[in-house]
């Protein structure tokens, strides 16, 4: 099974600050990975898909970037609203896998 | 516009099995599949399998396998997770999600094994 490493686990930071959070997988995945952000008790939004494809309605202030193996999310300035858990995931027409999620929290 | 709706939270003895339901209301998906994802009191996403209605074949994670059965019913547009021999370990939140990529997600049914 295709494992997924998201870093860091845990991000403090401030509104306006530009952030990045990193998914490694342990083989390459094409560009075959999204990004999903969840709040608590809330069910996960998908933010990106194809590795940097912006889903509708999701502010640009997102983006993604990366293949193979290594990934990222970056949210260029964020809001109060960004505050969150983050999740990687790779996915494919039989099978899906998700990183262990990045929470990024207030400094 | 498409919603997918869960079965309500069930408690479950530890051994006993629960089945949750996803219904796709709104229309019908055609080629899509529905996967199934749980997440433990504040725990990570996992993801346990999938489904495609249209071909009634299932995928599951290969933890899981053996314990899980994904069913689905096309004329309904409903897909069913059935996970037997039930551990305190599997309370948690279950979602059903529609993809790939998995943009549509249910609003998730609490499953709560306890003695």
């Known amino acids: 099974d295709i494992q997924m490493t998201q870093s860091p686990s845990t991000l403090s930071a401030s509104v306006g600050d530009r952030v990045t959070i990193t998914c490694r997988a342990s083989?390459?995945?094409?560009?075959?990975l999204a990004w999903y952000q969840q709040k608590p008790g809330k069910a996960p939004n998908l933010l990106i898909y194809?590795?940097?494809t912006l889903e509708s309605g999701v502010p640009s202030r997102f983006s993604g970037s990366g293949s193979g193996t290594e990934f990222n999310l970056t949210i260029s300035s964020l809001q109060p609203d960004d505050f969150a858990t983050y999740y990687c995931?790779?996915?494919?027409?039989?099978?899906?896998?998700f990183g262990q999620g990045t929470k990024v929290d207030i400094k | 516009q498409v919603q997918l709706v869960q079965s309500g939270a069930e408690v479950k003895k530890p051994g006993s099995s629960v089945k949750v339901s996803c219904m796709a209301s709104g229309r019908t998906l055609s080629s899509y599949s529905f996967s199934w994802v749980r997440q433990a009191p504040g725990q990570g996403l996992e993801w346990m399998g999938r489904i495609t209605p249209m071909v009634g074949i299932a995928n599951y994670a290969q933890r899981f396998q053996g314990r899980v059965t994904i069913t689905a019913d096309k004329s309904t547009s409903t897909a069913y997770m059935e996970l037997s021999s039930l551990t305190s370990d599997d309370t948690a939140v279950y979602y059903c999600?529609?993809?790939?990529?998995?943009?549509?997600w249910g609003l998730g049914t609490l499953v709560t094994v306890s003695s």
């Open positions: 194809k590795a940097s």
């Open positions: 999600a529609v993809g790939p990529p998995d943009d549509l």
């Open positions: 083989q390459s995945l094409s560009s075959w």
């Open positions: 995931q790779h996915y494919s027409t039989y099978s899906r896998t």
